[in-house]
């Protein structure tokens, strides 16, 4: 897994033999920030991560389009 400044996460499948991202989520955090840290459960049923934009986020493995929980500095909590 890795993030990208432009605010996107990118997964590898590693048994894969050739190296291009399996998934993509886009506009996870703001863009020109940093993406502090990126963590799956033990479980490898969710992921989770968290930006310089102070925004974390966690998502479902099997339905990465949807942003299941997501919480800022702010308060501001939702569940989707």
């Known amino acids: ?5 432009d605010g996107t996460i990118f ?3 590693t048994r894969k ?5 399996t998934a993509k989520m886009r506009n996870v ?6 993406i502090f840290s990126i963590a799956y ?4 049923l969710k992921v989770a991560s968290r930006g310089e934009d102070c925004v974390v986020n966690i998502w479902d493995t099997r339905n990465l389009r ?3 929980f997501k919480d ?3 308060g501001g909590k939702y569940k989707g």
């Open 29 to 34: 955090h703001a863009k020109n920030t940093e």
């Open 11 to 13: 997964m590898w499948d």
């Open 17 to 21: 033999p050739m190296v291009v991202p």
């Open 1 to 5: 897994m890795g993030g990208g400044q």
């Open 41 to 44: 459960s033990n479980s490898s």
């Open 72 to 74: 800022t500095d702010k």
């Open 66 to 68: 949807k942003t299941i």
